[in-house]
């Protein structure tokens, strides 16, 4: 395993990340799979003025925004699905600090997809006659706005249609359930907008549960959508998505999930949130005593924990993993 | 309240009655998919249900989910795609059958504002909300592809307003043709059901129409609750009430009682 490109989170945030970048997060799903504990390190290191493209807010987004580091982001939905409105996101909103450009979940991937392929633009079938195409935050004073969504003539039909403007993010953290130290990656539960988004970034770091052998990865590449050759770095991280769920390893954690977002409605509660789950936080270990092992037992034992079964065999050690990360980050 | 059901729970009923066995159909988080999942256990246990995920032939196990994309639908799902999956080649391609979403404010067209709230106009320049909501999602999507959608929504007059803050998911636009004029795959929606009736669109304006009550309301009641001139169809009719069957196919659904609070 000499090529493996396994690091430690605090590494991967030092070498692959800068103020003001685009930066994007995988899945973004509210409730589901995200690579939350990237934005904890993104705060502990002090980046700032994030242009952030969620497909969907999460509580990731939540804590940057309540925490000033986001200055402009992009996404189709900005709730947290039947945990309510995202306060932290709502209060950065509200007050102007963060400029948010409404798209819709459909739209996103579209535009990720046209990243991917390199398109000039992707048709606009969605978005089109509603204030999604006519109110842009990233340039107020055109309303009607005429830019955000462009027209172009369908040349075969001759028709007037919607334009998507594509996305190629600097950077895309994206949560994966398993990952090889190669960085090919296996998703349990909907891709959501991955498989376009490890395409459209510019650079690719994966935040995976557990790491398997390649093995692994012989026995069902079907299911790999990430092949490792798309992949800068690939970080150990279990209950990565925590307080939200990963199908196969953890339920969503109901009480952190409320809690988490009352904290993030006032700055005082964020300050606190910040000095208990992120500035705190030293290491994988101190993380997961942080969320408690009683907790981390019981959220292990959800309804979907079966769809893990077909892939435990290969499953590295927790010893054997962090290893792995010690020794690429002195690489 | 003396019936032995709520208003909310009338709302989910009338929905689930509007879904036929057999539709491909798409739901969202809450009330919509209580509605869905009851019109499945109810009288279309046939009905091809999807969540924008992309997950698959599932149904809820251990309560409501917290989301699309929640481990008490993915424990059971046949499929797992993703979002331009779900929501681009079944829903905004025209295939998708029938979708309900919900709505902070809904204007006389069945345009729907889930982004924010302004407290009136936004103005020349767009500028933050007093209250930001959460934006479009995938009912945006949803409305613009499905060949049919429901708008569920608590009737109030801050919600059923003379115009939006904000235009989300579209209804029918300006009225009339307006929706085929602009290219829009889908028909629009069908119906807007509160809490106290159920609005169906005039077929050639597309206004909507108070077409029928529940038994617990009145005319009276749904024209205060609107802050629109509301037109009252001419043969307004009484909502049958829940059956017992009804009630508890829709009570096993809602197991949390998230409808009966």
Redesign the interface.
């Known amino acids: 395993m000499s090529h493996h490109k396994v690091i430690s989170l605090a590494e991967a945030v030092r070498r692959h990340t800068w103020d003001g970048m685009q930066y994007a997060s995988g899945?973004a799903?509210?409730?589901?799979?995200d690579a939350i504990v990237f934005g904890r390190e993104l705060l502990r290191q002090g980046r700032r003025d994030l242009h952030a493209i969620f497909?969907?807010?999460t509580q990731q987004l939540n804590l940057l925004a309540a925490a000033g580091a986001v200055s402009r982001a992009e996404?189709?939905?900005?709730?947290l699905?039947?945990?309510g409105?995202a306060k932290g996101?709502?209060r950065a909103?509200?007050?102007?600090a963060v400029a948010?450009e409404?798209?819709?979940?459909?739209?996103?991937?579209?535009r990720l997809?046209g990243g991917a392929l390199n398109w000039p633009f992707v048709p606009a079938?969605?978005?089109?006659?509603?204030?999604?195409e006519f109110?842009?935050?990233f340039d107020?004073?055109h309303?009607p706005?005429r830019d955000k969504i462009r027209t172009v003539t369908d040349p075969f039909s001759g028709?007037t249609?919607g334009a998507f403007s594509t996305l190629q993010p600097d950077l895309a953290a994206i949560h994966v359930t398993l990952a090889d130290p190669e960085g090919n990656a296996i998703m349990?539960?909907?891709?959501?907008?991955?498989?376009?988004l490890s395409r459209a970034a510019k650079r690719v770091i994966l935040i995976a549960d557990a790491i398997v052998e390649t093995d692994c990865m012989r026995q069902f590449p079907n299911l790999v959508r990430i092949p490792g050759l798309l992949v800068e770095a690939v970080v150990y991280w279990p209950f990565a998505a925590w307080p939200q769920?990963s199908?196969g390893m953890y339920?969503?954690d109901?009480a952190h999930?409320k809690a988490m977002n009352d904290a993030l409605g006032s700055e005082a509660g964020t300050a606190a949130y910040l000095a208990d789950y992120v500035d705190g936080i030293d290491g994988v270990d101190d993380y997961l005593d942080r969320i408690g092992r009683e907790r981390i037992a019981a959220l292990s034992r959800?309804?979907?924990s079966f769809?893990l079964d077909p892939y435990r065999r290969w499953i590295l050690p927790h010893a054997d993993a962090l290893a792995l990360s010690r020794e690429g980050a002195a690489a | 309240m003396t019936q032995p059901y709520t208003r909310q729970e009338m709302m989910a009923i009338a929905t689930g009655r509007e879904i036929r066995d057999g539709e491909l159909a798409i739901f969202g988080?809450?009330l919509s998919m209580l509605a869905g999942f009851f019109a499945q256990a109810h009288h279309a246990p046939r009905v091809r249900a999807m969540t924008?995920?992309?997950?698959y032939g599932a149904t809820p196990?251990?309560g409501?989910?917290?989301?699309?994309?929640?481990?008490?639908l993915?424990?059971n799902a046949v499929s797992?795609?993703?979002?331009?999956d779900a929501?681009?080649c079944l829903?905004?391609s025209g295939r998708c059958d029938v979708g309900i979403i919900g709505a902070a404010q809904v204007d006389r067209f069945g345009?729907v504002n889930t982004?924010g709230i302004w407290g009136g106009d936004?103005g020349?320049?767009?500028?933050?909300?007093?209250?930001?909501?959460?934006?479009?999602?995938?009912?945006?999507?949803i409305a613009?592809?499905c060949k049919r959608f429901l708008i569920m929504v608590s009737h109030e007059s801050k919600r059923f307003v003379e115009r939006l803050d904000?235009?989300?998911?579209?209804g029918y636009?300006d009225g009339g043709d307006?929706?085929e004029r602009?290219?829009?795959?889908g028909g629009g929606p069908s119906a807007i059901i509160t809490t106290l009736g159920i609005l169906r669109p005039d077929p050639v304006t597309r206004e909507f129409v108070l077409d029928a009550c529940f038994p617990f309301s009145s005319v009276e009641e749904i024209r205060a609750q609107t802050a629109w001139e509301l037109k009252i169809s001419p043969n307004v009719q009484i909502v049958p009430e829940p059956t017992a069957d009804e009630l508890e196919a829709l009570r096993r659904v809602d197991e949390t009682g998230m409808l009966r609070r």
């Open positions: 899945a799903l509210p409730v589901g799979s497909h969907c807010n996404c189709g939905f900005s709730g699905e039947g945990f409105f996101l709502g909103v509200q007050s102007g948010l409404d798209y819709s979940n459909l739209a996103m991937p579209l997809l079938t969605v978005n089109v006659g509603t204030d999604l109110r842009s935050a107020p004073e309303s706005n028709r249609i349990l539960g909907t891709e959501w907008s991955r498989f376009e769920a199908p339920d969503g109901e999930m959800g309804p979907t769809l | 988080v809450g924008e995920g992309g997950v196990v251990g409501l989910p917290w989301g699309i994309e929640c481990n008490r993915s424990a797992f795609t993703n979002a331009i929501l681009g829903v905004a345009n982004t936004i020349p320049v767009y500028r933050p909300p007093k209250t930001r909501l959460t934006g479009a999602g995938g009912a945006n999507d613009t592809g904000y235009l989300t998911s579209p636009l307006a929706r602009l290219g829009l795959v």
